[in-house]
């Protein structure tokens, strides 16, 4: 069974760039696509992105300026940049399998200086 | 976008009752693209329900959707005690994908 684990800095500055990766274990990254998806403290679920293996994208249009997306088969893993963050951008993050199947457990990003 | 309307926001119930919760899409969903999960304090979502009304995989049977076009159902034939939670519906047949605000089913 597909497992997904973030990985990351828990903390970033107001104007900086959010970086996370993705490692993919127990099934193979060449299959179908992965997706970001955020959630503020407290709040609900926004999609931000999807990346096929072949490295074919996708994006929310709220998020679009500031996101990429990719995706780096060899090592099984997918990566988020979030660039120019403010406190809204705090959330806990999760790397999902497809549009939802299977999540990482999520990892807590807070902007502040 | 599609955005999602769910209804309930709160829904308050005994275990053993059955529970009804609502999807409202301001347009119609894909091909039925609409999921269903359930989200239990700091814990990730779960998918439990795929294509409007196929169960994920070791989901329990009293799990069950129904729906199509702009209206979808979450049906919860018999409350257990690990039930209780936060329910989202998504839409993943047009971009952006996206999620209702959510249902929280408490303890009566």
């Known amino acids: 069974q597909v497992q997904l684990q973030e990985s990351g800095p828990g903390l970033v500055k107001p104007s900086e760039t959010l970086s996370l990766t993705c490692t993919v274990s127990g099934g193979s990254i060449r299959t179908y696509y992965w997706s970001w998806i955020r959630q503020p403290p407290g709040k609900g679920l926004e999609w931000i992105a999807y990346i096929y293996y072949t490295g074919i994208t996708n994006y929310n249009p709220s998020l679009k300026s500031r996101v990429t997306v990719s995706v780096d088969t060899s090592k099984s893993q997918f990566s988020l940049k979030l660039s120019s963050v403010t406190a809204a951008d705090t959330a806990v993050y999760y790397c999902v399998y497809s549009y939802g199947v299977k999540w990482g457990q999520g990892t807590l990003v807070t902007v502040s200086s | 976008e599609t955005v999602l309307t769910q209804s309930p926001g709160t829904l308050s119930l005994s275990p053993g009752e059955r529970a009804t919760l609502s999807c409202r899409a301001s347009?119609?969903?894909?091909?039925?693209?609409l999921g269903w999960y359930q989200q239990k304090p700091g814990q990730a979502p779960r998918l439990l329900i795929y294509?409007?009304?196929s169960r994920a995989t070791g989901i329990p049977d009293r799990f069950s959707g129904s729906g199509s076009g702009t209206d979808f159902t979450l049906t919860i034939s018999r409350l257990e005690p690990e039930d209780f939670a936060v329910y989202y519906c998504?839409?993943?047949?047009?971009?952006?994908?996206?999620f209702g605000q959510g249902t929280k089913l408490e303890i009566k």
């Open positions: 294509d409007a009304s």
């Open positions: 998504q839409q993943y047949g047009s971009s952006p994908y996206t």
């Open positions: 347009q119609s969903v894909s091909s039925s693209y």
